[in-house]
Structure formats: structure tokens, C-alpha cells
T-cell receptor, first 111, second 115 residues
Framework: GQQVMQIPQYQHVQEGEDFTTYCNSSTTLSNIQWYKQRPGGHPVFLIQLVKSGEVKKQKRLTFQFGEAKKNSSLHITATQTTDVGTYFCVISNFGNEKLTFGTGTRLTIIP | DTGVSQNPRHKITKRGQNVTFRCDPISEHNRLYWYRQTLGQGPEFLTYFQNEAQLEKSRLLSDRFSAERPKGSFSTLEIQRTEQGDSAMYLC?????????????FGPGTRLTVL
């Protein structure tokens, strides 16, 4: 089945610094989603990207889908302590909607 | 609160015992999913239902696992003869429609510890 790899696995940043996580697939994706999971919490949907080269912004978060639809990135500007958690890129197949989670990037913030 | 609910939140059991978890999806959501998450990993798909029909099961779902959604509303996941390797967080999610890629809303999970 399809798989996605994320880098880095862990990221420690000073509060106020930027953060980026990257997601890569060996196959062309129909869409990609991003979820956030706080420590001790459950995954929460952030966004879905469908179009080649698509860029979406949510306040300090910028999501991008590659032109070839094989990679994606999430960039957080000026991190805050509330950004702590694990960010997963997630793929699904139209039709059955089961989610395949990437390996995740765990973000910790140094105050 | 009208989100996905799961019970119990925590379950500690001895190896060889049977356990059953319950998931109540968001009202009128047609699709219901079960995932398993072990420490440091992302959730892994187990099975999903569209209304009362179980449409797909992962290879992770051994014969000891069974899931039901008898009336197309709540679902149960039963694990028979539990093993220590079954220790994990079991997550339930629901989504509103079939045929399109919809957001999946996750419940808080049931953390299973097998001693």
C-alpha cells in the first residue's frame, strides 16, 4: 500500500523560531491531509490539499502540496507553546477514505 | 458535547482475558473507523463501517479481533484472549458522508494495557 515518510522525526525549537516538516511519497497522491496530535490527545484534522502546487494558510501555518503531488510540507512561523505536538501527514484513497498516517514529526518548544 | 465518544477510556486486563470497547460516533455520521496507535507511532487502520456494513479489515485485525456496528450507530471492538502485544491506544473516528474524502473526527481513544 501507499506510504509516506516524514522528516524530521523530532524537532526542538526555541519559542518564536520557525518550524517545517516535510512529507514524501514515492507515488503520486490524490490528496494529502495534515493532522495534529497533542501529547496525550487524539489526532485533530488541520487541512486537506488536493490540487498540484496548492498552498493554504491558517494563521501562522502554511501548507503546501508539491507540483508532482508526491510531497507536502507544513511550515509554522514564530512557534508558540500551543504548537507542541506531533504533526502527521496523512493520505487516503478516494472511495474508502481509510487514512494512512505518516511517521509524524514531534515538535517540542523550548520556552 | 457532540463529538466522538469512547468507553472506557482506560482498560487494564490480564493476558488471556477478553475486552470490549465501545465507540459512539457523531450523530448521523455514516462512516466509522477503528485505528490502533502504539507509543511513538502514528495510528494504523484496523477496520471501517459504512452504516452497519463492515467494508474493509486490515491484516492487523487478527482472528481474535471482531468489530460490529449492528444498527449503524455505535460500534464495538472486541479482543479475545488478549496478548501483551495488544497493548495500545484504540482510536475510533467517524466521518459524515460516503463517496467523498471527508474529515475524520477522532474520539479520545481507549488505552488498553495487557499485563
Amino acid at each position: 500500500g501507499q506510504q509516506v515518510m516524514q522528516i524530521p522525526q523530532y524537532q526542538h525549537v526555541q519559542e518564536g523560531e520557525d518550524f517545517t516538516t516535510y512529507c514524501n511519497s514515492s507515488t503520486t497522491l490524490s490528496n494529502i491531509q495534515w493532522y495534529k496530535q497533542r501529547p496525550g490527545g487524539h489526532p485533530v484534522f488541520l487541512i486537506q490539499l488536493v490540487k498540484s502546487g496548492e498552498v493554504k494558510k491558517q494563521k501562522r501555518l502554511t501548507f503546501q502540496f508539491g507540483e508532482a503531488k508526491k510531497n507536502s510540507s507544513l511550515h509554522i512561523t514564530a512557534t508558540q507553546t500551543t504548537d507542541v505536538g506531533t504533526y502527521f501527514c496523512v493520505i487516503s484513497n478516494f472511495g474508502n477514505e481509510k487514512l494512512t498516517f505518516g511517521t509524524g514529526t514531534r515538535l517540542t518548544i523550548i520556552p | 458535547d457532540t463529538g466522538v465518544s469512547q468507553n472506557p477510556r482506560h482498560k487494564i486486563t490480564k493476558r488471556g482475558q477478553n475486552v470490549t470497547f465501545r465507540c459512539d460516533p457523531i450523530s448521523e455520521h455514516n462512516r466509522l473507523y477503528w485505528y490502533r496507535q502504539t507509543l511513538g507511532q502514528g495510528p494504523e487502520f484496523l477496520t471501517y463501517f459504512q452504516n452497519e456494513a463492515q467494508l474493509e479489515k486490515s491484516r492487523l485485525l487478527s482472528d481474535r479481533f471482531s468489530a460490529e456496528r449492528p444498527k449503524g450507530s455505535f460500534s464495538t471492538l472486541e479482543i479475545q484472549r488478549t496478548e501483551q502485544g495488544d497493548s495500545a491506544m484504540y482510536l475510533c473516528a467517524s466521518s459524515p458522508r460516503a463517496g467523498v474524502t471527508d474529515t475524520q473526527y477522532f474520539g479520545p481513544g481507549t488505552r488498553l494495557t495487557v499485563l
